[in-house]
């Protein structure tokens, strides 16, 4: 298998995981042609930390942007700097393991039509104590464009965001140009599947999710983006390509409500302010503002949401039991 492979590692102020994300591309069993880091303007000790790497291993570069780009137009950069046939995607607070990248890359080599691939990741803490094993709930092996475009209306069906892609697929769907923050990489699966692409999944944990304490409240103080980019991503992309299949559109809507309403608790959160709070709410009427979506919004602002948590939490109990029964017949 003679495949060229870059690892492409967007970052900011990630310097502690850096090195370890940076290391497990380079030590696979089938080594990457080339590791590109690109730095959004980190401000910890970053570029330190790539300067030392790069002396030690060949294939490394890096990239520091001279002023903070955001999320997608970081990751966009890094993309396209890549020059090999397959590119993986890499946080740098994760790592693949040691035979990643000969797995993935064997199985893109044996499915053409699928545009990425991806697997099961073991979740772990900001200290790299594993927590759980984040699996899909579908077969192993390929998944056809109009399947995963079916699916794609019950969120980003991917078990973490540590992906292959097929390079001459984000060159004709032109990278992340023009993808909201935050929900880029749902957007450009949805893409992906419009365009005609499958997917390839493995069904065996290749990689490590980190899930690290929000000291900062980083995670909250973006839920307006990612709201935002929710309605990008069904209006601008699955409803589309839906009409374009001449497919109903009815159960898209039901599920934009679905995804509304639970992203509605952040309406009960001390973290945010009045103002901020009405502008999410702005935000969640263009997602859903049906009657339903407007009763759950209102107990979440007068601090009613437990009631709304608990039928959820009923709700998904069928799921969780379907899921478990799952893994447990694949075993």
């Given at each position: 298998?003679?495949?060229?492979?870059?690892?492409?590692?967007?970052?900011?102020?990630?310097?502690?995981y850096?090195?370890?994300?940076?290391r497990?591309?380079?030590?696979?069993?089938?080594?990457?042609?080339?590791?590109?880091v690109?730095n959004?303007?980190?401000?910890?000790?970053?570029?330190?930390?790539?300067?030392?790497?790069?002396?030690?291993i060949?294939?490394?570069?890096?990239?520091?942007?001279?002023?903070?780009?955001?999320?997608?137009?970081?990751?966009e950069?890094?993309?396209?700097?890549a020059?090999?046939?397959?590119?993986?995607?890499?946080?740098?607070?994760?790592?693949i393991?040691?035979?990643?990248?000969?797995?993935?890359?064997?199985?893109?080599?044996?499915?053409?039509?699928?545009?990425?691939?991806?697997?099961?990741?073991?979740?772990?803490?900001?200290?790299?104590?594993?927590?759980r094993?984040?699996?899909?709930?579908?077969?192993?092996?390929?998944?056809?464009?109009?399947k995963?475009l079916?699916k794609?209306?019950?969120?980003?069906r991917v078990?973490?965001?540590?992906?292959?892609?097929?390079?001459?697929?984000l060159?004709?769907?032109?990278?992340?140009?023009?993808?909201?923050?935050?929900?880029?990489?749902?957007?450009?699966?949805?893409?992906?599947?419009?365009?005609?692409?499958?997917?390839v999944?493995?069904d065996e944990?290749?990689?490590?999710?980190?899930?690290w304490?929000?000291?900062?409240?980083?995670?909250?103080?973006?839920?307006?983006?990612?709201?935002s980019?929710?309605?990008?991503?069904?209006?601008?992309?699955?409803?589309?390509a839906?009409?374009?299949?001449?497919?109903?559109?009815?159960?898209?809507?039901?599920?934009?409500?679905?995804?509304?309403r639970?992203?509605?608790?952040?309406?009960?959160?001390?973290?945010?302010?009045?103002q901020?709070?009405?502008?999410?709410?702005?935000?969640?009427?263009?997602l859903?503002?049906?009657?339903?979506?407007?009763?759950?919004?209102?107990?979440?602002?007068?601090?009613?949401?437990?009631?709304?948590n608990?039928?959820?939490?009923?709700?998904?109990?069928?799921?969780?039991?379907a899921?478990?029964?799952?893994?447990?017949?694949?075993k």
């Amino acid at each position: 298998m003679d495949a060229l492979v870059s690892v492409c590692i967007p970052t900011f102020n990630q310097s502690l995981y850096l090195e370890k994300a940076v290391r497990s591309a380079w030590n696979q069993d089938k080594k990457p042609d080339e590791i590109i880091v690109y730095n959004d303007a980190s401000t910890d000790d970053t570029v330190a930390v790539l300067e030392r790497l790069v002396t030690e291993i060949p294939v490394l570069t890096f990239f520091t942007q001279p002023v903070n780009k955001g999320i997608s137009e970081n990751v966009e950069g890094c993309l396209r700097a890549a020059t090999s046939k397959y590119i993986v995607r890499l946080d740098s607070d994760d790592f693949i393991h040691f035979n990643y990248i000969s797995k993935i890359v064997k199985a893109l080599e044996e499915n053409a039509q699928a545009g990425y691939g991806h697997c099961a990741v073991q979740e772990i803490d900001d200290n790299d104590n594993p927590t759980r094993i984040r699996q899909l709930a579908r077969k192993e092996g390929f998944e056809s464009a109009d399947k995963a475009l079916e699916k794609s209306i019950s969120g980003y069906r991917v078990a973490a965001n540590i992906l292959t892609y097929r390079k001459k697929c984000l060159e004709e769907l032109s990278f992340n140009r023009g993808r909201p923050n935050y929900t880029e990489d749902y957007h450009l699966s949805v893409s992906m599947a419009a365009a005609g692409y499958g997917n390839v999944y493995i069904d065996e944990v290749l990689a490590s999710y980190r899930i690290w304490i929000d000291a900062g409240f980083v995670r909250q103080k973006r839920k307006l983006l990612e709201i935002s980019g929710l309605y990008i991503v069904f209006n601008k992309a699955i409803i589309p390509a839906f009409e374009e299949r001449s497919w109903s559109t009815e159960r898209v809507y039901v599920k934009m409500g679905e995804k509304a309403r639970r992203q509605a608790s952040c309406l009960g959160w001390s973290t945010y302010s009045s103002q901020e709070k009405g502008e999410l709410l702005t935000s969640l009427k263009k997602l859903s503002n049906t009657t339903y979506s407007q009763i759950v919004y209102n107990l979440y602002l007068n601090g009613y949401g437990r009631s709304f948590n608990f039928i959820q939490e009923l709700k998904d109990i069928p799921k969780r039991v379907a899921k478990k029964l799952i893994y447990t017949l694949r075993k």
